[in-house]
């Protein structure tokens, strides 16, 4: 069983790509969670040798490898959930009424925190090929604390 968790690490649309920027900064994460769009299953096994990783499949992840992914997901923190899905425009849930913390999409490239009744909705950005004038981002939630805090690390210009 899992120890206590006190840092959880976000990433999203890693197309293929699994920067040592990303490794680096998920470092020291106690779980994981990718929002989708993994593009090969390397990347998981990479994370995996970091912490306990929840994935989900995004609409990029068509291999035979991808089939073990769900499309959404929820990864437990304590006593709390947290909700994952790759397209939020997709989320089919009232995360307020079923007792969702925190709901963590990918998709857009577009890195976002939120908090709405209670919930925070966030996307970590895109970790992989830069697209148009997107940042490269990851995000690390310290759980220690209420209401967690979420932070953005950038991966740089490349």
């Given at each position: 069983?899992?120890?206590?968790?006190?840092?959880?690490?976000?990433?999203?649309?890693?197309?293929?790509?699994?920067?040592?920027?990303?490794?680096?900064?998920?470092?020291?994460?106690?779980?994981?969670?990718?929002?989708?769009?993994?593009?090969d299953p390397k990347i998981l096994e990479e994370l995996r040798r970091l912490a306990p990783v929840v994935a989900v499949r995004g609409n990029i992840d068509t291999g035979a490898w991808s089939t073990d992914l769900p499309e959404t997901a929820v990864a437990e923190v304590g006593p709390?959930?947290?909700?994952?899905?790759?397209?939020?425009?997709?989320?089919?849930?009232?995360?307020?009424?079923?007792?969702?913390?925190?709901?963590?999409?990918?998709?857009?490239?577009?890195?976002?925190?939120?908090?709405?009744?209670?919930?925070?909705?966030?996307?970590?950005?895109?970790?992989?090929?830069?697209?148009?004038?997107?940042?490269?981002?990851?995000?690390?939630?310290?759980?220690?604390?209420?209401?967690?805090?979420?932070?953005?690390?950038?991966?740089?210009?490349?």
């Amino acid at each position: 069983m899992m120890g206590t968790i006190r840092t959880v690490g976000l990433i999203s649309d890693t197309h293929g790509l699994l920067r040592q920027e990303a490794l680096r900064a998920l470092e020291g994460s106690d779980m994981i969670i990718h929002a989708g769009d993994v593009g090969d299953p390397k990347i998981l096994e990479e994370l995996r040798r970091l912490a306990p990783v929840v994935a989900v499949r995004g609409n990029i992840d068509t291999g035979a490898w991808s089939t073990d992914l769900p499309e959404t997901a929820v990864a437990e923190v304590g006593p709390e959930l947290i909700y994952v899905l790759h397209d939020i425009g997709k989320l089919d849930i009232k995360a307020p009424a079923a007792g969702i913390a925190m709901v963590v999409s990918g998709h857009s490239h577009k890195p976002s925190c939120a908090e709405r009744q209670g919930v925070i909705y966030v996307n970590p950005g895109s970790a992989g090929p830069r697209r148009f004038d997107l940042p490269v981002t990851v995000a690390r939630v310290d759980v220690t604390r209420k209401p967690w805090r979420v932070e953005f690390i950038s991966l740089g210009k490349a």
